[in-house]
Structures are given as structure tokens and as C-alpha cells.
């Protein structure tokens, strides 16, 4: 199967407030109002975690329905741990990014014990978002004047 390329385009509102553009959907980023944002949206980190808990719904159903049984319905709780230190240019110690990420899926299923063990495993294993959270992929970031 050919690579498929998705593209986000994106410009300021202000410091801490960004429009995206995905396909003909527009997202909003921002930041809570004490860091300085204007909390008219998700900031980029909580944006992480909802782009994994979309991409673990969708493959929970589809690989459900490969195993052949009945997904109702998932919820997804997602929680992860960073130090704002890197961020703000005030230690170099920690990564910037996520120390952990804890998923909890719980989903709405008549499946066995070991039918949602390899269930779970499928999907941690297909997830194109946790594949690029648990591996490094190359990022080029070009400043053009």
C-alpha cells in the first residue's frame, strides 16, 4: 500500500493562540489563562493525548470487528506527566515532552479475558499515534524568511 500524506497548515492568533487547518476542519490551540493563553481551546500537549485517544477508538473498533466481536462502545482515560521546567527555558534536566503516558481502556464488549489481551496488544501494536509516541521519527524543521 502507497504512504498517505496528511498536512496541517497553521498561522498566530497571538502568543499563545494558533488556528489550524486540517482538511476543511479548523482546530484551535491555546494555552489555559495562567500561561498565558486566552483558554479558548486544548493547548499542544492535551492535543497529543486526544489525537491518541482518537486513533486508539478507532483502532479498538476496527480491530474488533477483525476478531470478530462486538464493540459497543470504549472509554479511554489518558494521563501523562511532564515538567513545564524545558518549556519555560528554566531547566535543561527533564525532557521537554512526556515522561509517561498511562492509557486505560475500558470497553463495552462481551469479549474474554484473553480475546481483549490480544485485542489490547493489536492495538497498541497498529496505532499509528502510539507508534510515533514510542518511537522516534525524524522531525526536519526548516525557518524560511
Known sequence: MADSRFRVKAHS?????TIVKARQFEIVVDEPAELGG???????????LAAFAGC???MAH????EMNFELR???IDI????????LFGLSYEDRAGY????????????ADAETLKKWKEAIEN????????????????????
Open 13 to 17: 492568533e497571538n502568543q499563545a493562540k
Open 38 to 48: 486566552t483558554d479558548t481551546g486544548a493547548n499542544p500537549v492535551e492535543y497529543v
Open 56 to 58: 486508539i477508538n478507532v
Open 62 to 65: 476496527v480491530i474488533a470487528k
Open 73 to 75: 462502545g470504549v472509554k
Open 79 to 86: 494521563s501523562g506527566d511532564l515538567n513545564p521546567a524545558r
Open 99 to 110: 515522561k509517561q503516558i498511562e492509557v486505560r481502556i475500558k470497553p463495552d464488549c462481551d
Open 126 to 145: 497498529r496505532c499509528p499515534v502510539s507508534d510515533n509516541l514510542q518511537n522516534p521519527t525524524p522531525v526536519k524543521i526548516e525557518v524560511k524568511a
